[in-house]
């Protein structure tokens, strides 16, 4: 490990970060090793990239800004519903579609200990988000004659725990060769100098690189490659805190095969015209998201002929795409977002601080950014009782009390 320390060494002094390497002579060895492999795997090219990018601001004067079209599935004729659904259908039957469900995330807003997925809603009987979910995929397994392989996508953080839980759960009855699980990648903290951050452990501080991370972590992990073996053609993606995910939907496969779209989204109309959601658009005539932050008022409240809002389609992290645009766009990195975050780090003094206020960057990738890189994508507008409760929030809007309340109310309406 000596070479490996002093290659280590080399580069922390060429990209001005030595600081990194202040705790090693206080690690353990098992320590120590796992901290050079960390410095080793960072692109310092990137990193510095990463920071000039604090200076930019998000410029859409240039960029043109217009609704972007979708389907009503409440407005769809029976026929035009047949119609899709059977090409839907069709593509599950053959073994062609596959679920992935991005589950990076712990529990900690909630007060739980453990990573999100494991979180119990109570209905009756208690129920984790991942054995809801996987109800849903074992319905639709039953329903089309089909397996449908499930990908989760973890973190270095909740990696070993989650697939503890699955194994303790025998993976609810799906067999363990149809679950994967991948990690999610990381990307160094910076102080608001530029400078990596040493966490508590004496490590590299590290966070998660976002839900646009994901197309890459498929690639780097073999999950693409396990999915091309399978014969696999469309991929549904969703989070775990969405507890009314219906990841096997053969009427939105069906639309996007229709329309010939690489990929597709299903949108929930904004409740008013101020809620802190993002909705779907084109920007420059490709598809897209634009976020609450970056929506003008103008935008916000303009309305059509009938009165609905013009962007008024929320985009609810619930993704369908061929496995030809996620092959393409995980050949290049998605663009970073930055946010401003108090994290607790050791300063050069040995010291453990813990601050008051953002004094750090966080940098994330979003998976609508991928949008972008698409001629078009297919929009079907769902209800929200039917389709959306998150868990997101320990009280008020997106808490386990309000998606408890949907979830319960969905089973008993399908159970009728």
């Given at each position: 490990?000596?070479?490996?320390f002093?290659k ?20 353990i ?6 901290l ?9 090219k ?21 609704p972007l079209a ?22 599950i039957?053959?073994?062609?579609y ?10 900690t ?12 809603l109570?209905?009756?009987i ?31 953080e909740?990696n070993?725990?989650t ?17 994967k ?25 590290q ?5 646009g ?5 498929m ?11 399978r ?35 299903k ?23 634009i ?8 935008m ?33 990195k998605l663009?970073?977002?930055v946010?401003?975050?108090?994290a ?11 601050p ?38 320990a ?5 386990p009390?309000?998606?408890?309340k ?8 399908k159970?009728?």
């Amino acid at each position: 490990m000596n070479e490996e320390f002093e290659k280590a060494k080399d580069i922390l002094k060429k990209y001005n970060q030595e600081h990194l390497l202040m705790c090693y002579n206080k690690l353990i060895e098992k320590d120590r090793d796992e901290l050079v492999e960390q410095i080793l795997k960072i692109d310092f090219k990137q990193v510095d990239e990463l920071y000039e990018s604090v200076k930019n601001t998000i410029d859409f004067e240039d960029c043109k800004i217009e609704p972007l079209a979708y389907i009503d599935k409440a407005k769809l004729t029976k026929e035009k519903e047949e119609s899709y659904e059977k090409q839907g259908i069709n593509i599950i039957k053959q073994g062609k579609y596959a679920v992935v469900t991005m589950a990076g995330g712990q529990g900690t807003r909630l007060g739980h200990s453990g990573p999100k997925g494991t979180y119990e809603l109570d209905i009756g009987i208690k129920k984790s988000l991942f054995e809801a979910l996987s109800e849903t995929i074992k319905q639709a397994e039953e329903e089309y004659d089909a397996i449908i392989p499930w990908y989760i996508m973890t973190s270095n953080e909740n990696n070993q725990q989650t697939e503890e839980f699955f194994k303790k759960h025998n993976y609810f009855e799906m067999g363990k060769e149809n679950i994967k699980f991948f990690i999610q990648g990381e990307l160094p903290m910076l102080d608001e100098q530029g400078k990596i951050l040493v966490d508590e452990n004496g490590k590299v501080k590290q966070a998660a690189d976002g839900h646009g991370g994901i197309f890459e972590a498929m690639r780097k992990d073999g999950i693409l490659d396990d999915m091309k073996k399978r014969n696999i053609e469309w991929i549904f993606i969703a989070g775990v805190d969405n507890v009314l995910a219906q990841m096997v939907d053969p009427l939105l496969t069906g639309i996007a095969i229709d329309r010939n779209c690489l990929a597709a989204g299903k949108s929930v109309v904004k409740s008013n015209p101020k809620e802190r959601v993002g909705v779907f658009c084109k920007k420059s005539n490709k598809p897209s998201v634009i976020e609450y932050t970056e929506i003008t008022d103008e935008m916000a409240e303009a309305t059509d002929n009938a009165g609905e809002l013009l962007y008024g389609e929320s985009h609810i992290l619930c993704n369908l795409f061929n496995i030809k645009a996620i092959d393409e766009i995980a050949k290049n990195k998605l663009p970073y977002h930055v946010a401003h975050k108090k994290a607790k780090y050791i300063d050069t003094n040995g010291v453990i601080v813990v601050p008051t206020k953002p004094n750090a960057y966080k940098f994330e990738a979003f998976i609508f950014d991928a949008f972008e890189r698409l001629e078009d994508m297919a929009i079907m507008r769902v209800k929200r009782e039917e389709e959306f409760a998150p868990v997101k929030n320990a009280e008020g809007v997106d808490s386990p009390e309000t998606a408890t309340k949907l979830y319960k109310n969905y089973l008993e309406n399908k159970n009728k």
